[in-house]
């Protein structure tokens, strides 16, 4: 069924009609077409446009197509143009002329304007559990590595000493602010559209007020114009999505290189890997890869839809139409690997020994020895000289700072002591970093606390 033959005498060409159709995608909102159009009849029945008796009948009608389409007996029929129309010729074909009643003033602008903004609603709160859920993961994973020692990097080289935990806690941070750009979003958007006609209201005497409260939205909307053209709140949840993914896959990249043979700080669980067809003794990163594979999909859908908004004049425009498949593949693809990245950072095993081993052996207590000198009345850029030749030095004799003798130490410069090793120790240099934020253990149990406070009391 057509909501717009009337006017027309031809038939629609099928090509036409199959390029013009969006059923094939907006089926996905089913639920929420028939939620809207329940709260809809319920607030034109309480102003006075419709009967109870016709309220009852189209309300069982929309919850037998509703639960029809779940149990799989009512299949979507391609003849349909979208969800709405599907919807509105079964339920008409269920109750009869009750059904032609649904669609009073309201206009599949607003409608589908609504569709979308409860989709959308529904899909970030779905996607902000998964977003806890991996907070509480990492969460757990700091409390365990206090004291995990392992190097610091910039440029990709070994800096300073660090420890799990801190290299954790940035990617808590991480998506600590996804969470939250998350909130503000669902703030934002909860705004009901329905009510606003094709752009210009209508002459009912709608209660946009109760239909707003009844869908559990903020309140209506304030322009009728904007409320069926606005797609700001669908490109913010794109653009916070590949956010989110961009985090994610940084944090694969790191995977997968501690995965690696060179470094081995890591072991993937084996239900978190795959072998290679041809070479037996191969454990993959697949899921690593495919998470940072997919982050440049979530980042296209971002850029289609702002590409298709660019130039749009108002109010709406049939190329609004191309918001759907986009934002849907998004949300499907951010949740399968929210959902797939936490499993794998769970399951997998650290070689905390390996990781200690290897921020001693790449002079990332370098900068500690030089503050040992300064400590000892040297000036800093004597001693960022001195340090420099100590690490030559070791690089020409294959060896790490801490074994170093005594002497070779002090033919270099003799203000070193015996404890200088002490204080070059990997513990020492983590330890000593107190400040609020730094790696040391007292510094991050206060982080600890506040995010066991962030967790478990204001969510």
């Not at 084996?270 to 940072?292: C, F, W």
Request: glycine share 6%.
């Amino acid at each position: 069924m057509k909501l717009w033959g009337g006017r027309f005498t031809k038939q629609t060409n099928q090509l036409v009609h199959n390029f013009n159709a969006s059923l094939s995608f907006d089926q996905k909102f089913y639920y929420q077409d028939i939620e809207g159009s329940i709260a809809h009849v319920t607030m034109l029945a309480k102003q006075g446009i419709l009967n109870e008796e016709e309220k009852v009948a189209i309300i069982d009608g929309l919850i037998s197509i509703r639960n029809d389409i779940e149990n799989g007996t009512l299949l979507f029929d391609e003849a349909s143009e979208d969800i709405h129309s599907f919807v509105e010729s079964n339920l008409i074909g269920r109750i009869g002329e009750a059904g032609k009643k649904l669609h009073t003033g309201r206009s599949r602008n607003d409608q589908v304007a609504l569709d979308m903004k409860l989709y959308t609603r529904d899909e970030l709160k779905e996607i902000d559990e998964l977003l806890k859920q991996l907070l509480h993961t990492l969460f757990h994973v700091m409390e365990a590595n206090l004291e995990t020692y392992m190097p610091g990097f910039t440029h990709l080289q070994k800096a300073q000493p660090t420890t799990l935990a801190h290299h954790f806690g940035a990617y808590f941070e991480m998506f600590k602010r996804d969470h939250e750009r998350l909130q503000d979003i669902l703030k934002r958007l909860n705004y009901c559209p329905l009510g606003s006609g094709a752009f210009a209201g209508t002459t009912y005497p709608l209660d946009r007020e109760l239909t707003a409260s009844l869908l559990g939205f903020t309140g209506p909307t304030l322009n009728s114009m904007d409320s069926v053209s606005d797609r700001d709140y669908l490109i913010e949840t794109l653009s916070a999505l590949s956010t989110i993914m961009m985090h994610l896959s940084r944090f694969c990249e790191e995977i997968i290189i501690w995965n690696s043979n060179e470094y081995q700080f890591i072991e993937l669980d084996d239900s978190y890997s795959t072998g290679s067809s041809i070479m037996p003794q191969k454990k993959n990163p697949d899921i690593a890869e495919l998470i940072r594979g997919k982050t440049g999909r979530v980042y296209g859908s971002l850029v289609s839809l702002l590409t298709t908004m660019k130039s749009l004049p108002l109010a709406y425009n049939k190329d609004m139409q191309e918001d759907k498949e986009v934002t849907f593949d998004a949300f499907d693809t951010v949740k399968g690997c929210l959902s797939l990245f936490e499993g794998m950072i769970s399951s997998m095993k650290f070689n905390t020994t390996i990781m200690e081993q290897s921020a001693k052996n790449g002079f990332t207590n370098a900068t500690d020895a030089a503050d040992y000198l300064v400590n000892h009345g040297v000036p800093f850029r004597d001693a960022h000289g001195i340090v420099g030749q100590l690490v030559l030095y070791c690089i020409e004799k294959n060896i790490a700072l801490d074994d170093m003798s005594l002497e070779e130490f002090q033919a270099i410069s003799p203000v070193f002591q015996e404890d200088i090793y002490e204080s070059i120790s990997i513990k020492t240099c983590v330890e000593k970093r107190l400040t609020i934020g730094a790696p040391g253990k007292e510094a991050m149990k206060q982080v600890l606390a506040i995010y066991k406070e962030y967790l478990y009391n204001e969510q």
